[in-house]
């Protein structure tokens, strides 16, 4: 059996120490290919480039990879892999992270590592999307490296279901041994900004985005509750947003 | 009882022609409060700005309407609208658009109008992206204004469920007589890159992302299907990624 195809990728930039690890953990598996931004892409959630223009270099970053690093979002990396590199071939799996910051719950819809996986899951590509819940550049990965591997293999092995992508989320380090698995579902929760408002050396105002993140969540089957209790969550996410729940509620009401 | 205070934005820019027939609109029913990029911002998602600054100038662009352009993202425009403009009040209704393009199925996951209408919904209020299916700047919207005035109207008058943000897309006038509204689910479809590559004065290569829309569904309650047949559809959308109906399957799997 040929060994797997594996395209990584990420949101903090090439260079980062988190996709550093994730390519050595996925060079054990299969051949690997990295197409990754060239410049950290932190909040960019599912944004493509199309009212400008991308570039796109090889670079040889990664000992013995073939590996691209490009001017746009995650999403773009993931789009010029797809349909530019491999032209005759399709990735196995698609691995995004590991990200240098927490992507539960609501974070999920600002996150490039997550819209990253879930344009390959658009693909029914298999894909994961891994993120540390800490946000150094200099974070410890040590500990999760068993975990980051078995869920790979479990993935490679069993497959998953079409147009899923995985949202991985691990503690960081020092909350203290972690306590296994559990698969579970985005919390309740939303972000309150408080913008941060200064003044330029020339007199104009500007801001920077800051804020709290609001739990909103009573149950105990969610990703929030599960990290703080010091598991690795593992949330199934897809591309589908229609709330198909409300669909004949919402008939009576609008047709 | 007061008026109800209406939050506009869109993805196309503050002035774009979309943006200034949805303040008309929506000036008919209430307070407008006017929040949107300086620049055109398609194809941003749910992109926020965390690693740069924003700037918000206060513009008369609209006779007689409190409104800002922004630096930032139409998710950006929102959370400034939602947590710095508004300090003592909420929307009662957040409207998108009306966008100069089709906004039908997966498109959403990569729509700046549809990320601003969530971002709404996200916070409880009610919201909703218009879309036009065409994408000329001049494009003619006069069909669809009494749709708009009726759905908006509706909205106001029975609310939406918690968390909903409904996508509104409605066919372009040269398709002939609207046949009325259909609430539907999100069609499966996704995008094929064609990477449009060109070398630059200097002999440096880039890309313009381009490519086709691939239709994959088969049923005849979707958004795509509806636009072909000259419906106005609406789409409930929430920001629940969680694929649910997964979750016990990867349990026994992953956990």
Redesign the interface.
Known sequence: MSKPLILVTNDDGIVSKGIRILVDIMAKFGEVLVVAPDS?Q??????????N????YKTKVFNGIESYQCSG?P??CV??A???ILTDRTPDLLVSGINHGTNTS?S???SGTM?AA?EGA??DIPAIGFSLCDYAADADFSHTLKYVES?TR?VLE?G??T??A?NVNMPAIHKGPIK???????A?A?W????D??VDPYG??????A?DFHYLDNGEDNDVWAIKNNYIT???????????K??L???D???
């Open positions: 950290p932190s909040g960019m959630g599912h944004a493509i480039t199309v009212g223009t991308l570039r796109l979002t999403v773009d789009k010029l797809k349909h530019h609501i999920i819809v600002y819209a879930l658009i693909d869920i479990q069993k998953l279901p147009g899923i995985l296994g698995v559990k698969v579970c579902r985005q309740h939303r309150k900004e408080a913008f408002e200064r104009g105002k500007y801001f920077w985005m804020g593992i949330v199934p996410t897809q591309a589908d947003m229609t709330a198909h409300v669909i509620e919402l008939k009401k609008l047709e």
